[in-house]
């Protein structure tokens, strides 16, 4: 199994321009989320989904935008890039088990440099 | 803001030594989760533990969680160069315990 995939692992863009994460897992999971991680600050959340056509906002939502139209894929948009959101993206997936944990499964990461 | 903080932020010892790492979390939990992050990857689960238990091991790790004082420890024993890494507690984000928010992590240096 591939698990979580995100794709591209690297990208640069100008201020303004516009782009999508991608993140695909295979796994049948439920839950999937995005995640920044910033030198110094460890990982926040931007959005989660519980299922497909059901999205909701984390601690750091502002110029990001998402949708799940499908369990599989849980793409994350920047409409108009700003430096600020310079960082490292992680999605992760996961599934609510019968004890009630929530373990996630992360994907490799995108780095995202906005000049 | 974040739920968990871990303490101490950086933390250098030699292999063989015993490294301990602290999370502070701020509301009421039914579990804590602890993940590991090596260099440029994404993180990894280690361990979990219930709100009812107050010890879990696995392995060379032992997870010890206070209610109470809403705070939890890791450590890892008999230290390896391979532990190096950064590592992080988790929380549930919301009631409903559908995503979790991390703390700002630990991250641990073991030279040999």
């Known amino acids: 199994n591939a698990g979580v995939t995100q794709t591209p692992k690297f990208q640069v863009l100008k201020t303004g321009q516009s782009m999508t994460l991608q993140c695909a897992q295979d796994?049948?999971?439920?839950?999937m989320s995005w995640y920044r991680q910033d030198p110094g600050m460890g990982l926040r959340l931007i959005h989660y989904?519980?299922?497909?056509?059901?999205?909701d906002q984390g601690e750091v939502p502002n110029g990001y935008n998402v949708s799940r139209s499908t369990t599989e894929d849980f793409p994350l948009r920047l409409l108009s890039a700003a430096p600020s959101q310079t960082s490292v993206y992680f999605c992760?997936?996961?599934?609510?088990?019968?004890?009630?944990?929530?373990?996630?499964?992360f994907g490799a990461g995108s780095r995202l440099t906005v000049l | 803001s974040q739920q968990g903080e871990e303490d101490p932020q950086a933390l250098s010892i030699q292999e063989g030594e015993n490294a301990t790492m602290n999370c502070s979390y701020k509301?009421?939990?039914?579990?804590l989760q602890w993940y590991r992050q090596n260099s440029g990857r994404g993180l990894v689960h280690l361990i979990l533990?219930?709100?009812?238990?107050r010890e879990k091991h696995s392995g060379r790790l032992r997870v010890t969680l206070d209610t109470s004082k809403k705070s939890s420890s890791l450590l890892i024993t008999a230290s390896r160069a391979a532990d190096t890494a950064s590592y992080f507690c988790a929380t549930v984000a919301n009631q409903a315990g559908t995503a979790l928010i991390f703390g700002k992590g630990t991250t641990l240096s073991v030279s040999s």
């Open positions: 509301t009421s939990i039914n579990n």
């Open positions: 533990i219930r709100s009812n238990e």
């Open positions: 992760a997936s996961s599934y609510l088990r019968s004890s009630g944990a929530n373990v996630l499964t």
């Open positions: 796994m049948n999971h439920e839950y």
């Open positions: 989904s519980v299922g497909a056509g059901i999205t």
